[in-house]
């Protein structure tokens, strides 16, 4: 029973998707598409002359941001769902959570639910956008299918430590300060745009201690087919750490907010 009583809290979250997802699907794909477009292919094409730069790891421009901004997508994709969607089901706004636990669904049940669908979206937001930068020819290799994992994990990286705080607050302002100085920041200054030599010694640690900076690696060498085996999996054990224990986190707080 306790398999099929986990998936409930998700099969909420997918009708909820159903009934909204023309809106939510253009939002995921046409902002990065336009990065793509604008600062990938139109800014990529002055760089360089649109070739090739050792600076680049031997990539053009538009090669070198695509893969950075799959991972960019799916972590902006996956703070959106674990702050408001968290928060307005704690609250006031549906109480889904709630609800769910006047039926037999418990709170691990929820927990697991609610990070499995984000964990989805972000994946959802990563097939998006792979066929597109597919499209403008910045794909090197077949193993670029492999961040259809690396997606997810940097959403997740992300979302499971945001949920656990999401399920506390009383009111939604503190979001604005994740957004704002948490996301913006990291979308400039995890080596997406630039390479992250380029930055300050104390901004570049900053950044090696971020899931986006390690997603972004990670990306590339999928996109590229040149795999550095050794820091793939620091990279890889890094997203996974982080991950888990946010859900762990997750999975204390939504037990002491939701026993209430």
């Known amino acids: 029973m306790r398999a099929p009583m986990a998936l409930r809290p998700f099969s909420y979250f997918w009708a909820q998707f159903v009934k909204t997802w023309i809106g939510d699907i253009s939002t995921t ?44 997508t799916a972590m902006q994709v996956a703070i959106a769902r674990a702050t408001y969607d968290v928060f307005g089901y704690c609250n006031y706004w549906t109480g889904a959570y709630r609800s769910m636990q006047a039926s037999p669904i418990g709170i691990s049940q929820i927990v697991t639910g609610q990070l499995a669908w984000i964990g989805v979206r972000a994946l959802l937001a990563s097939a998006l956008f792979l066929p597109v930068s597919a499209a403008f020819g910045a794909v090197r290799s077949p193993a670029a299918a492999l961040d259809l994992v690396v997606g997810p994990l940097v959403g997740l990286a992300f979302a499971t430590p945001i949920a ?97």
């Open 164 to 260: 656990a705080y999401a399920v506390l607050v009383r009111h939604d302002q503190p979001f604005t300060i994740i957004f704002r100085l948490l996301m913006a920041p990291l979308f400039l200054f995890s080596g997406m745009f630039f390479p992250i030599t380029q930055l300050p010694v104390g901004l570049r640690y900053l950044a090696y201690a971020m899931p986006l900076w390690h997603g972004t690696e990670l990306s590339r060498d999928c996109y590229y087919g040149h795999f550095h085996v050794g820091a793939d999996i620091g990279h890889l054990c890094y997203l996974i750490g982080v991950a888990l224990m946010g859900a762990i986190a997750a999975r204390a707080t939504f037990r002491r907010r939701l026993a209430r």
């Open 29 to 72: 794909f046409f902002t990065p598409l336009l990065f793509l477009a604008s600062i990938g292919a139109g800014l990529g094409s002055l760089i360089g002359h649109g070739e090739a730069l050792p600076s680049l790891g031997g990539e053009n421009y538009l090669s070198f941001v695509a893969p950075a901004l799959l991972a960019a």
